[in-house]
């Protein structure tokens, strides 16, 4: 079956532009995640979705990071005015969402955003 | 204030021998630990777990050891094959029972099987 998909594999963007980085979790994951990995760096969580629960966003750096999941879904990662520091690669994971139980997260290939 | 830690950046060991992989942690409230695996170019895939109340867990090849008095697991591969060459990345959860188990990550540990 498919997996976790993301778009666009990779993005070039310039100091100061808006980027969105897109991802399909698996179908019927009603848990979404997204995290990052800087140079050197382990995977960095930034927010989770589970159904239609208000997000968890306490691993967001800025407020210039913002995320949305529309219709419990495919999910959008939006970067507001990039800086050289938000290069990285973009990982997002779904999972079942199975409270009170072990659950498996299920990774993207991610997408490397590298600004300029 | 890295939380999961993995001192070991890389690891080269003989095909056929045991590779042990190890990884400290800070935070008394994590209860959940994982290993994950990861190829170029590919997102990482879970390998092993292992809850709090328990001190072992096996599957095939992969073992993982926690330690809770020393905050400290490891990840024991025997026998390595060269497939396993590979990041491997250790990952601790606090949240288990909310459903949210958001992972904190150590920084990896580069493995290299040598024919």
């Known amino acids: 079956g498919a997996g976790v998909s993301q778009s666009p594999s990779n993005k070039v963007t310039e100091k100061g532009k808006d980027v969105e980085l897109r991802c399909d979790p698996i179908?019927?994951?009603?848990?979404l995640y997204w995290y990052r990995q800087s140079l050197g760096q382990g995977l960095e969580f930034l927010i989770y979705f589970q159904g239609n629960s208000a997000p968890d966003k306490s691993g967001l750096p800025s407020d210039r990071f913002s995320a949305e999941r529309t219709g419990g879904s495919v999910s959008t990662l939006t970067i507001q005015r990039t800086q050289q520091e938000d290069s990285a690669v973009y990982l997002c994971a779904s999972s079942l969402g199975r409270g009170g139980l072990p659950d498996t997260q299920y990774f993207g290939p991610g997408t490397r955003l590298t600004v300029l | 204030d890295q939380q999961v830690k993995q001192n070991s950046p890389s690891l080269s060991v003989q095909e056929g021998r045991i590779s042990i992989l190890n990884c400290d942690y800070t935070?008394?409230?994590?209860?959940?630990f994982l290993w994950y695996k990861k190829y170029p170019a590919e997102g990482p895939t879970f390998l092993i777990s292992i809850s709090s109340i328990k001190d072992k867990n096996e599957d095939g090849r992969f073992t993982v050891f926690l330690n809770k008095s020393a905050k400290h697991l490891s990840l024991h591969i025997v026998p390595s094959q060269p497939g396993d060459s590979a990041v491997y990345f250790c990952?601790?959860?606090?949240?288990?029972?909310?459903?949210?188990?958001?992972?904190?990550f150590g920084t990896g540990t580069r493995l290299t099987i040598i024919p």
């Open positions: 179908s019927g994951h009603t848990a």
């Open positions: 990952a601790a959860s606090a949240e288990r029972y909310t459903g949210n188990e958001k992972l904190t």
């Open positions: 935070n008394s409230m994590f209860d959940y």
